[in-house]
């Protein structure tokens, strides 16, 4: 029967993570309100997760708008269609790869010195003293971070896209020699704002209040110790990680399935 | 970094992704494309559609001059209804004419519409009379097939088996 009892213990823990994940996250959106009063303190979080990302999105977007470029260019001039390229690269861009990989670096990037920085402020006990204070932790520091990175992801996001893009036109039009004519048009007749560009957006701003959801609770809940910290640090990106594969599945059956 | 500084970089950030998102929109997607003309309504019945979908465009002489705006079924008559944004700008002829064609041998499908001749032109919401349906092209080669067939029927056919003879 210990088996059985296994599994019981099992889906009970799933379910109060479960629990405690949504309550946590309900007196995250309280407070809200409260810390829109100083909205200083997000806009500093915003260049601490954005403009500080800024490098590692670029070049990233720019190195896979490069190599898209040049596989969908080899695997089309097959059937003859290689002006199509840039075509390719911006659905696959905007729709999926923008705003996912862009999450998976923000994960790697952003979210972990997020949990980073709030299990260190919890193990030296500035938490505690806040509340002592009088000063709610949740309000003053989580809630700023929670916002930075909601708003910083989704301009990520799209740079990441547009930089792709570009790169695509480097690799296709000045060294593979295709017309920069046809690239464009062909780009502009498959693309539609609201169902490819407005998904592709709706996506990045579910991931990024997955994120940093994901990071502001894995700091906030980590235990107050050196190691506790550094696992907090690795659940972030595990979890965020995963959470954004799977939340992309679902979106993108429910916005792109085929009437 | 003083408050000022760290506002103003965000600014910038901002910005950035503001120029990357009209980056996107404008060319990069069909936002361009004729949004702020005013359009007016076309009805057109064909037999069969083939691979006509919502959002393709609307040509007259390999111009793009509108786009579909739906496609239905006629519960009565059972032919498409395809339902055409046309630009205010471009009148047509009360009998131009209306035809599903593709653009290249496996390109996308779109509607060709054909000026006629007479003095009237439509009216928004009229409905285009002489359609003719889209290629498909299964019943193509199965007439070609027919054809032969009837063809090889008038005289003595090779023995089929025998082509096959080499293999097992």
């Known amino acids: 029967m210990n088996w059985l009892a296994a599994i019981g213990r099992f889906a009970l823990g799933s379910l109060r993570a479960l629990g405690h994940h949504a309550f946590f996250f309900w007196e995250l959106m309280r407070t809200l309100p409260t810390s829109l009063r100083r909205p200083y303190f997000a806009v500093a979080q915003v260049h601490a997760l954005g403009n500080l990302s800024l490098l590692v999105i670029l070049s990233s977007g720019l190195a896979v708008g490069f190599v898209l470029a040049l596989q969908t260019y080899y695997a089309l001039a097959t059937y003859g269609a290689a002006d199509s390229v840039g075509l390719v690269v911006n659905l696959s861009l905007v729709r999926e790869l923008g705003p996912v990989v862009t999450a998976l670096l923000f994960a790697g990037r952003a979210g972990t010195s997020l949990t980073a920085e709030i299990g260190l402020m919890k193990a030296g006990e500035q938490l505690a003293a806040m509340e002592l204070m009088a000063v709610d932790p949740k309000s003053r520091v989580l809630a700023p971070r929670f916002l930075g990175g909601i708003v910083a992801m989704p301009i990520l996001a799209l740079l990441f896209s547009a930089i792709g893009i570009l790169g695509a036109y480097v690799v296709g039009v000045l060294m593979i020699g295709l017309d920069a004519g046809n690239f464009w048009s062909i780009m502009e007749n498959g693309v539609d704002v609201r169902r490819d560009l407005g998904n592709g957006i709706i996506k990045s701003i579910v991931f990024g209040v997955i994120c940093s959801f994901v990071a502001v609770y894995q700091g906030y809940e980590a235990k107050a110790t050196p190691e506790g910290v550094a696992r907090a640090t690795t659940r972030t990106v595990v979890i965020s990680s995963l959470t954004v594969l799977m939340v992309d599945f679902v979106l993108t059956a429910l916005m792109f399935s085929t009437r | ?168």
Request: charged share 20%.
């Open chain 2, 1 to 168: 970094m003083s408050r000022k500084g760290i506002e103003t970089l965000v600014g910038g950030f901002v910005l950035l992704g503001i120029v990357a998102l009209v980056f996107l929109a404008l060319k990069a997607a069909n936002l361009s494309s004729f949004s702020g003309d005013e359009t007016y309504t076309l009805l057109a019945k064909f037999d069969n559609i083939g691979g006509l979908k919502v959002r393709s465009p609307v040509r007259s002489a390999g111009v793009t001059v509108g786009r579909v705006e739906s496609i239905a079924l006629d519960p009565k008559t059972y032919q498409g209804v395809v339902r055409l944004d046309v630009k205010k700008s471009v009148q047509f002829p009360a009998d131009s004419s209306a035809r599903i064609l593709t653009s290249g041998l496996l390109g996308d499908q779109y509607v060709g519409l054909e000026a006629g001749a007479d003095e009237k032109n439509f009216a928004p919401g009229d409905t285009i009379k002489q359609t003719q349906s889209a290629v498909v092209l299964e019943s193509l080669i199965s007439q070609f097939l027919f054809n032969k067939a009837a063809d090889a029927g008038s005289t003595p056919a090779a023995p089929a088996p025998a082509t096959n003879g080499g293999k097992k």
